[in-house]
Nanobody
Framework: QVQLAESGGGLVQAGGSLRLSCAAS???????MGWFRQTPGKEREFVAA????????VYADSMKGRFTISRGNAKNTVYLQMNSLKPEDTAVYYC??????????????WGQGTQVTVSS
């Protein structure tokens, strides 16, 4: 079992930045970790993912260049640095973990989510 806990969401003005954190506990060795986001009435959307060693990252095209995913030295924490935020980035952001990266919201483990609101 893997438990995930997100933090760092909040309210920010357009053009601003936020950094989300996700702390994993339990059987975390070897897991890839990622971020998804969801707005009401829409499917959960892939944002970014990173491999266990932090060397390989994958991004959704719309976030590439604005968002950066990284892994902490202890490997059980993942960060999402979000810059140049837009109102359309407003969503609940979810941390996820699994053994392989997929852009589909089919990952095995999920956090509870953290709200990010970008005001115009």
């Amino acid at each position: 079992q893997v438990q995930l806990a997100e933090s760092g969401g909040g309210l920010v003005q357009a053009g601003g930045s936020l950094r989300l954190s996700c702390a994993a506990s339990g059987r975390t060795f070897g897991n890839v970790m990622g971020w998804f986001r969801q707005t009401p009435g829409k499917e959960r959307e892939f944002v970014a993912a990173v491999t266990w060693n932090g060397l390989t990252t994958v991004y959704a095209d719309s976030m590439k260049g604005r968002f950066t995913i990284s892994r902490g030295n202890a490997k059980n924490t993942v960060y999402l640095q979000m810059n140049s935020l837009k109102p359309e980035d407003t969503a609940v952001y979810y941390c996820a973990a699994d053994t392989t990266i997929t852009r589909a919201p089919l990952w095995h483990y999920w956090g509870q989510g953290t709200q990010v609101t970008v005001s115009s």
